[in-house]
């Protein structure tokens, strides 16, 4: 069974710092690529991330220079570490596993539980 | 702003045909597949519909959607009140090189 399980969202000041943890099971983690999806409160879903099967990150605008993307084959584990966070961030944020294998496609078909992350004073 | 325009609501009673439209541009639905996500308040995101039109193991028939140029839709026929949920749309952006979503589309079962 595949599964996603994440952890590591938290209250944070503005400007501080957060490291998402999203551990993954029941597949061949190293060949699949996974993408970060956040919701913020009342709102939509707005793409964050997305680590290819080899290493390599795709970031929105939003958030270029600011967080980063990355992964433990070894653990089967992908990391959001995010830097100099804004009100804005505060989002519930999800990990999802790509449907197909090396570069992300968007076709997430599974999901994490989510994890809620607050930036404020 | 989303780069993918979705109306913010529909609605429809049990047992109609309810349809959702998606409105991209060239660079991403014009060039790439669209994929179609339901998410119940309280949880995940599920992925409904994948490659323009195939829907994964468990997702009833009754679900079906389409792409044309740059739009796309999803249908929800014999309408359920279980399928109120929120619905989105997604493709990959070759400019933004990334996942762009519809600002979704609150579906309401009277």
């Known amino acids: 069974e595949v599964q996603l399980l994440q952890s590591g969202g938290d209250l944070v000041q503005p400007g501080g710092s957060l490291r998402l943890s999203c551990v993954a099971s029941?597949?061949?983690?190293?060949?699949?690529?996974v993408t970060w999806v956040r919701q913020a409160p009342g709102k939509g879903l707005e793409w964050v991330t997305s680590?290819?099967?080899?290493?390599?990150?795709y970031y929105a605008d939003s958030v270029k220079g600011r967080f980063t993307i990355s992964r433990d084959n070894a653990e089967n584990t992908v990391f959001l570490q995010m830097n100099s966070l804004r009100p804005e961030d505060s989002a519930t944020y999800y990990c999802?596993?790509?449907?197909?294998?090396?570069?992300?496609?968007?076709?997430?078909?599974?999901w994490g539980q989510g994890t809620l992350v607050t930036v404020s004073s | 702003q989303p780069a993918l325009t979705q109306p913010p609501s529909a609605s429809g009673t049990p047992g109609q045909t309810v349809t959702i439209s998606c409105s991209g541009s060239t660079s991403n639905i014009g060039d790439n597949n669209v994929n179609w996500y339901q998410v119940v308040p309280g949880a995940a995101p599920k992925l409904l519909i994948y490659t323009n039109n195939h829907r994964p193991s468990g997702v009833p028939g009754r679900f079906s959607a389409s792409r044309s140029g740059t739009s796309a839709s999803l249908a929800i026929s014999g309408l359920q009140s279980e399928d109120e949920a929120d619905y989105y749309c997604a493709a990959w952006d070759d400019v933004v090189n990334g996942l762009v979503f519809g600002g979704g589309t609150r579906l309401t079962v009277l």
């Open positions: 029941g597949f061949d983690f190293q060949n699949f690529p």
């Open positions: 680590i290819s099967a080899k290493g390599n990150g």
């Open positions: 999802a596993k790509d449907y197909v294998t090396v570069l992300p496609v968007g076709i997430l078909d599974y």
